[in-house]
Structures are given as structure tokens and as C-alpha cells.
């Protein structure tokens, strides 16, 4: 393996840990915080772009992981 390929795969690697760390917190916060001041729609457009980007994360660091 060359020095590149090396170092996207780490940097995949670093991006899949930071993104799984980062659903855990958030499912933590969310069973701790019950009562919200947001509306339900916007409560809904956020978690809906929060759950948009993460998916979009795992793919991104997984496709460096894999495809290279």
C-alpha cells in the first residue's frame, strides 16, 4: 500500500469513529432531555438534516475505508 491510501483509510477511519461517537451523544441527549422548547416541526427538520448528514458521514467515511 502507498503512503496515500494509508492515510485516506486513517483519516476514513478517524471520520467513522467521530460519526458513531457522535450518534451515541445524541441518543444519550436525547433520552436525558424529554421536554423541548422547539416547535415539532422544526424538532422534525432538525433531527430530519442531523439523521441526513450522519447517513451521509458513515457512507463518505466507509466509501474511504473501502474503496481505496
Known amino acids: 500500500m502507498t503512503i496515500s491510501t494509508i492515510l485516506v483509510k486513517t483519516v476514513g477511519l478517524v471520520f467513522l ?10 441518543v444519550k441527549e436525547r433520552k ?3 421536554q423541548n422548547e422547539q ?3 422544526e424538532q422534525i427538520l432538525n433531527n430530519l438534516l442531523l439523521y441526513l448528514w450522519l447517513a451521509f ?4 467515511s466507509l466509501g474511504m475505508i473501502f474503496n481505496n
Do not use: E, L, P
Open 39 to 41: 416547535a415539532v416541526s
Open 17 to 26: 469513529v467521530w460519526t458513531i461517537r457522535s450518534v451515541f451523544k445524541h
Open 32 to 34: 436525558v432531555k424529554k
Open 57 to 60: 458521514m458513515m457512507a463518505f
